[in-house]
């Protein structure tokens, strides 16, 4: 089906048609083959990166492209309805250069356009194994020696962990709780930085999830971010625009869901009339139609509230949950609209499902997006 959309300038709309003409030559294709193999797509980000996709929202005197969020994120939606590992992918590298973007230095910005255009791939080190939601409670400690911090613990869930060039690492460097926290970027070569062994995981089999280890890892004090106890402001406002972008995806995923459920329905024949003309089946498919127009329209709401320079931090988790919600619910359904034939491999709407889940876990799972929310209503 095709999203009728309103874009806010003539290049906005060359950047999607670019966007589509790569999405349906470069991701469609390949993601079954990729996805089987459990083989991370290091070249196509490289073709992304060449055309300009992987720095939309950001500066062009860093290598980016300066579109509006609201641009990135349609974007972003075009690619997941094709390969949702790609965009999350995107995702993940684009959130992975923000600390740099919004709080580096100007010599240290000087590492931008590598990473921007996508010959540098970027993982984001937040979590750990005991403290995920509760990124405040983070152990992964950095001691000054010198030039140099000694990074030492361990990080969780690690998308990119074994494939990436840098990463961002949320670390100790005082006391407890947030104000402790501080942000470095280290190289992948630093001695002392183990990826684990990739976690074998639900779906996005394309997609390296990993712990790493850090042991006395040395990295150099040039590489702080923003300052000694900047880094729990940088994580959060990071992850805000983070839940944007896996907002986009589930909307993504979830046409995508959509659009084959719809596809299979309108030709599956049964009792001499096709199973979407049964107003059970269409009923279900019509909601879900306008469930994913809602959730589209929440996050381009939200984005557009950060393109103005305004607070969007709660309508993001709002975009968020409910984005993520309906993209599981269309991927079950759609599962349901095939049969059995949706249970097996040979159609995408099982790898669809499999791949919805994740999006409610990450960037902060939905239980914390209602934590947040429910928190602003409470203090008016």
């Not at 996709?53 to 500066?59: F, I, K, Q, R, T």
């Not at 390296?208 to 880094?231: N, T, W, Y």
């Not at 491999?345 to 919805?356: F, I, S």
């Given at each position: 089906?095709?999203?009728?959309?309103?874009?806010?300038?003539?290049?906005?709309?060359?950047?999607?048609?670019?966007?589509?003409?790569?999405?349906?030559?470069?991701?469609?294709?390949?993601?079954?083959?990729?996805?089987?193999?459990?083989?991370?797509?290091?070249?196509?980000?490289?073709?992304?990166?060449?055309?300009?996709?992987?720095?939309?929202?950001?500066?062009?005197?860093?290598?980016?492209?300066?579109?509006?969020?609201?641009?990135?994120?349609?974007?972003?939606?075009?690619?997941?309805?094709?390969?949702?590992?790609?965009?999350?992918?995107?995702?993940?590298?684009?959130?992975?250069?923000?600390?740099?973007?919004?709080?580096?230095?100007?010599?240290?910005?000087?590492?931008?356009?590598?990473?921007?255009?996508?010959?540098?791939?970027?993982?984001y080190?937040?979590?750990?194994?005991?403290?995920?939601?509760?990124?405040?409670?983070?152990?992964?400690?950095?001691?000054?020696?010198?030039?140099?911090?000694?990074?030492?613990?361990?990080?969780?869930?690690?998308?990119?962990?074994?494939?990436?060039?840098f990463?961002?690492?949320?670390?100790?460097?005082?006391?407890?709780?947030?104000?402790?926290?501080?942000?470095?970027?280290?190289?992948?070569?630093?001695?002392?930085i183990?990826?684990?062994?990739?976690?074998?995981?639900?779906?996005?089999?394309?997609?390296?999830?990993?712990?790493?280890?850090?042991?006395?890892?040395r990295?150099?004090?040039?590489r702080?971010?923003?300052?000694?106890?900047?880094?729990?402001?940088?994580?959060?406002?990071?992850?805000?625009?983070?839940?944007?972008?896996?907002?986009?995806?589930?909307?993504?995923?979830?046409?995508?869901a959509?659009?084959?459920?719809?596809?299979?329905?309108?030709?599956?024949?049964?009792?001499?009339?096709?199973?979407?003309?049964?107003?059970?089946?269409?009923?279900?498919?019509?909601?879900?139609?306008?469930?994913?127009?809602a959730?589209?329209?929440?996050?381009?709401?939200?984005?557009?509230?950060?393109?103005?320079?305004?607070?969007?931090?709660?309508?993001?988790?709002?975009?968020?949950?409910?984005?993520?919600?309906?993209?599981?619910?269309?991927?079950?359904?759609?599962?349901?609209?095939?049969?059995?034939?949706?249970?097996?491999?040979?159609?995408?709407?099982?790898?669809?499902?499999?791949?919805?889940?994740?999006?409610?876990?990450?960037?902060?799972?939905?239980?914390?997006?209602?934590?947040?929310?429910?928190?602003?209503l409470?203090?008016?």
């Amino acid at each position: 089906m095709t999203v009728d959309r309103i874009l806010p300038t003539d290049e906005a709309h060359d950047l999607l048609d670019l966007a589509t003409e790569l999405a349906d030559r470069e991701l469609a294709p390949k993601a079954a083959g990729f996805e089987e193999r459990a083989e991370f797509p290091r070249e196509v980000l490289r073709t992304l990166g060449r055309a300009g996709l992987l720095g939309l929202p950001y500066a062009e005197e860093h290598g980016g492209a300066a579109q509006p969020y609201e641009v990135y994120l349609q974007v972003l939606e075009i690619l997941a309805s094709r390969w949702l590992a790609v965009a999350e992918a995107v995702s993940v590298h684009t959130l992975s250069c923000y600390p740099l973007a919004q709080f580096g230095s100007d010599e240290q910005r000087k590492l931008l356009p590598d990473m921007i255009g996508g010959e540098l791939l970027g993982a984001y080190c937040l979590s750990e194994p005991q403290g995920g939601s509760d990124a405040a409670a983070l152990t992964t400690k950095a001691v000054r020696d010198g030039d140099d911090y000694v990074v030492s613990g361990t990080k969780a869930w690690i998308t990119h962990a074994q494939v990436a060039d840098f990463y961002n690492i949320f670390c100790r460097t005082g006391g407890h709780g947030p104000k402790g926290i501080s942000c470095l970027l280290a190289d992948r070569n630093t001695p002392g930085i183990h990826p684990q062994a990739a976690e074998r995981t639900m779906g996005l089999h394309a997609s390296p999830v990993a712990q790493i280890a850090f042991d006395e890892a040395r990295v150099p004090a040039e590489r702080l971010i923003g300052g000694e106890g900047a880094g729990f402001t940088i994580a959060m406002s990071a992850l805000d625009s983070g839940r944007l972008g896996i907002a986009a995806c589930a909307v993504g995923l979830a046409q995508a869901a959509l659009d084959y459920a719809v596809g299979y329905a309108r030709e599956r024949q049964q009792f001499g009339r096709s199973i979407i003309d049964f107003q059970g089946l269409g009923f279900t498919l019509a909601d879900h139609a306008t469930q994913i127009s809602a959730a589209r329209a929440l996050m381009l709401a939200a984005a557009r509230l950060r393109d103005a320079g305004r607070p969007y931090s709660i309508e993001a988790a709002k975009a968020k949950l409910f984005a993520t919600d309906v993209a599981m619910r269309v991927t079950i359904d759609a599962v349901q609209v095939l049969g059995g034939a949706g249970y097996v491999v040979d159609h995408p709407v099982e790898r669809y499902l499999r791949e919805a889940k994740v999006l409610q876990i990450v960037e902060g799972t939905n239980q914390i997006q209602r934590l947040v929310i429910s928190r602003a209503l409470a203090k008016g």
